[in-house]
């Protein structure tokens, strides 16, 4: 069973839009996963704008791929090294540290992801 950031067992990021590497809710991660889809993350504005500034489009669906595009508020798993690439931009976006994976940690101290933490009522 994957453990979250807490070492508690990982709880579902997001049903709806369904999120995670393997597409099942959790950002679960394994050796296939190159980039490390770990970061449950709360959607925002500036976030958005900032990804596909990157070159990555968060915001177009894409049925192909079975992703709906997000907007704001939308819980998604991030890949670590994104979050902290719009960290360092001043555009990172909350965290559900719950639903975090901990492998997160080898990029991130607990403190650090804590101070990023996402205060409002979980959702699946």
Known sequence: MSKNVFGQPLISCSKDPLTGFFRTGCCETDEQDQGTHTVCAVMTESFLTFSLKMGNDLISP???LRFPGLKPGDR???CANRWI???KAGTAPPIVLEATH???LEYLPLEELVKHAYTGKIKS
């Open 102 to 104: 901990e492998k997160t």
């Open 85 to 87: 690439q719009a960290y």
């Open 62 to 64: 894409r049925p192909n």
């Open 76 to 78: 998604w798993c991030l």
